[in-house]
């Protein structure tokens, strides 16, 4: 029998497939393609939240391989414990390092450089002169330095900061120098300018930016998220802003969608984009670049990449 895979593209449209796989165009409508339970090979919808990412797992009775088409897994992890043992797990590292690396940068030269008061100055015929702080000789701090933690720092490159450093959940190094373990975050937060959230969403990550990261970070310091809302603390964040003490840029914001009416709309000091570090030209190419080298893996029989984790090990 065919082994049926579902897609949240069309196959025609992807150039490489290999044959002797039954693809299964499914994006997260309310009817099913086909009978979960001939599924081999779940590939996520993207961007279409946990709920619909999770509905048709409890019935994958025959799923080899659930892939993600984002970095983050915490969508699909209320899913994992219905599917049957030995699932490989694997999530879309490398496919959104550009996009988000390039929206990184946006956030925190827009927010540096006073863009936002400029577009409302626009909106105003207001002239809105004057003296605004500049990236160069900053010193950033990147908390997360997995792919998209070091195509930030990539593109830091050209922009003269002061000093980059890395964080992560344990030390090692790079060709670019030591990764601090997180337990030293409190020492670091005081002494750097710019601090970038890039980490996944876990148990160990929910509300790392707290309140007591918040008054770590130095006096006018700027805080980026583009990783997942739930890393801070959305009431500590709030009270730091009214204050006129830091700064924040936010691609990502918990509660998300952010409701009409929050008050994080109208903080002080917030830039916020609708999470869109992800869903840009980029991401469709290399997106079918990692679907066509997964199924070719699995076709063939070679490991897969990419592979987070594997359920009951």
Known sequence: ???DVWLPFDADDIDGLPKGLNYRFWDGEQEFPADPAD?????VPYMKGSEISVRPMARMTSVQVVQTMSAGID???PGLGQLPKGVQLCNARGVHDASTAELTLTLILSSLRGVPDFVRGQDREEWRSGFRPALADKSVLIVGYGSVGSAIEERLAPF???RVARVARSA???ERGPVHPITVLPELLPDFDVVVIITPLTEQTKGLVGADFLARMKDGALLVNVARGGVVD???LLAELESGRIRAALDVTDPEPLPKGHPLWHAPGVLISPHVGGPTSAFLP???RLLVDQFNRFVNREPLRNVVLTTGA
């Open 286 to 288: 290399r997106a079918k």
């Open 1 to 3: 029998m065919t082994p």
């Open 160 to 162: 003269e900061v002061a």
């Open 39 to 43: 599924c081999a090979f779940y590939v």
């Open 75 to 77: 969508h699909v992890q």
């Open 172 to 174: 090692r190094e790079t």
């Open 234 to 236: 959305t009431k500590a």
